[in-house]
């Protein structure tokens, strides 16, 4: 089995985030973490309802990578939903990301206006 990867992985440090995610797995655990929720609180039957939706609506295309910027569809809900309460925002405006650490990331990353061709 060792022989299956490279010398340079032995050298490699145990990850900080998997250990914690190993001990905050134990149903026992409180954990305080951040990104660690209490898995009691997920509305899990809401959860389920939403998914069973999506699937009746959308099908396997849910599996789909789309544009960059996200499902036009969904972008331009929110976008009324801005403009609902009194914002003029349009759908090229909205981002969808997948998750917090990509927001974040894109945020601190300077603008370019240069456009490639």
């Given amino acids: 089995m060792d022989d299956i990867f490279s010398d340079r992985i032995s050298d490699v440090p145990r990850s900080f985030i998997r250990e914690i995610l190993k001990v905050a797995l134990d149903p026992s655990m409180i954990s305080f973490a951040g990104g660690l929720p209490n898995r009691e ?21 849910i599996f ?8 036009l569809a969904l972008r331009e809900m929110i976008a009324a939903r801005h403009r609902s ?8 405006n909205i981002l969808i990301t997948s998750g917090s650490q990509q927001g974040l990331d894109l945020l601190a990353k300077p603008c370019s206006t240069k456009t490639m061709a």
Avoid: C, H, M
Avoid at 41 to 61: C, N, S
Avoid at 64 to 71: K, L, R
Avoid at 85 to 92: M, P
């Fill in 64 to 71: 789909q990578y789309s544009n960059t910027e996200g499902d």
């Fill in 41 to 61: 609180f997920f509305p899990q039957q809401e959860l389920i309802a939403a998914t069973a939706r999506v699937f009746e609506r959308k099908g396997r295309d």
């Fill in 85 to 92: 309460r009194g914002l003029e925002i349009a759908a090229d």
